[in-house]
């Protein structure tokens, strides 16, 4: 969900970086404490600007079912990731363990922090690529000119 603490899916950002993620091949694990699955594959299966209308599922419906699957435990969808988004300012995703997490993911393990709500520091200390909305790269990742 896009607003804090609500099961609101509207105008949120994170319909786009999956529907970014799926053109790009990627299979993608999606966890929200508030937004049922069948919300999920609406969502991300309405052409744009139209997911707020009640209306069937679109021609993609295979494609989206094939590739997106919704879990009920935050540490279930981090499982053999290879990065992780962050794309809510719910409390309970600062309160994560994120060593269990890395540990379950593939190496390199990234984390993408939309909202600028993580600890970036502790992350890195973990092992985690950080990269966070509006905040400098890893020096290593940036280029020298």
């Avoid at 997106?68 to 992780?84: K, L, N, R, S, T």
């Avoid at 600062?94 to 990234?110: N, T, W």
Wanted: proline share 6%; net charge negative; aromatic share 12%.
């Amino acid at each position: 969900a896009f607003k804090k603490d609500t099961g609101d899916t509207r105008e949120t950002p994170a319909i786009d970086v999956c529907r970014g993620l799926l053109a790009d091949g990627a299979k993608c694990v999606v966890y929200d404490p508030k937004v049922t699955p069948i919300q999920v594959f609406r969502d991300l299966s309405a052409p744009k600007f139209e997911w707020d209308r009640p209306h069937g599922w679109s021609k993609s419906e295979t494609h989206i079912t094939e590739n997106v699957q919704v879990v009920a435990d935050p540490y279930a969808c981090a499982e053999g990731a290879h990065g992780i988004c962050v794309l809510t300012e719910w409390s309970e995703f600062k309160s994560y363990d994120y060593q269990r997490l890395y540990d379950s993911m593939v190496k390199p393990a990234f984390i993408f922090d939309g909202r600028n709500v993580l600890d970036h520091e502790a992350l890195r200390s973990i092992g985690f690529i950080v990269y966070a909305l509006g905040k400098p790269l890893d020096p290593f990742l940036q280029k020298s000119y």
